[in-house]
């Protein structure tokens, strides 16, 4: 049975530190990720542990960013939940899409050259070292054709509710044991769209800010807190005369 700690004005401030430091990482992130197509911001939260110090836990927010119309067929978005899905060297990974390419083999990627998988995986849109993508036509339920020939369909997947799924660079994420093909009927892919970072500017300006105010307002108590230590130490404990 572990030893219950019993938190102190030291300890608390420390937490504190901590914790609103994380916010700031957080924020920070969703901010430098504003103009990331299919960006999902995080939010922090606190929880308590050992009866009374904050402890910084994040999430994602998977709510739907803006679709962005471009007319481009290289661009893809998913309107509606769900994920596309690609090979990379650490394995398959989720994506909300972007802009696509056709890699040598002939094969559709994602902007960092990460296979398109479909459901019968990868999709051949072209000959080796050709670029078909000005034929290229995707349908709302995500079956790819070049020019009147079908030559795939995407594999769209979802995940159970309240599932947490841990983020990679480039936009992409790690799929949980337990995934769910979506329905073709039920999908909705469109063609020359973008999906826009769901990352609100002002709404993380504004919490920058708080967060700096809070982190220093710590700062000042665990400055308050070192001056009363010292006080302690150097006059409460002289002797006497």
Do not use: C
Not at 10 to 16: L, N, P, R, T, Y
Not at 126 to 131: C, F, K, L, N
Not at 182 to 195: K, N, S, T, W, Y
Not at 217 to 231: E, G, M, N, P, Y
């Amino acid at each position: 049975m572990g030893t219950s700690v019993r938190p102190n004005g030291m300890s608390s401030a420390a937490a504190a530190l901590r914790y609103w430091e994380r916010r700031q990482e957080v924020a920070s992130n969703n901010l430098a990720n504003v103009s990331t197509d299919g960006f999902k911001g995080q939010k922090v939260f606190a929880r308590m542990v050992e009866g009374a110090l904050p402890a910084a836990d994040a999430v994602t927010d998977f709510s739907q960013g803006t679709l962005q119309n471009t007319s481009n067929p290289r661009d893809i978005a998913l309107d509606g939940p769900g994920f596309f899905v690609v090979k990379t060297a650490n394995g398959e990974r989720y994506s909300r899409g972007g802009s696509v390419q056709v890699n040598e083999a002939g094969e559709l990627t994602d902007s960092a050259g990460h296979q398109l998988l479909g459901e019968n995986g990868p999709i051949r849109v072209a000959a080796r070292g050709d670029d078909q993508i000005g034929n290229l036509q995707i349908a709302k339920d995500g079956t790819v054709s070049v020019g009147n020939a079908e030559v795939g369909r995407l594999r769209i997947e979802t995940i159970p509710a309240k599932t947490t799924l841990l983020t990679e660079g480039s936009g992409l994420f790690i799929p949980p044991a337990a995934r769910t093909k979506i329905d073709p009927d039920a999908r909705i892919v469109r063609q020359g769209a973008l999906e826009q970072s769901n990352v609100t500017p002002i709404t993380e300006m504004v919490d920058m800010i708080s967060i700096q105010r809070s982190f220093t307002s710590v700062q000042q108590a665990v400055t308050t807190l070192d001056t009363v230590r010292q006080i302690a130490t150097t006059e409460l404990a002289r002797p006497a005369n």
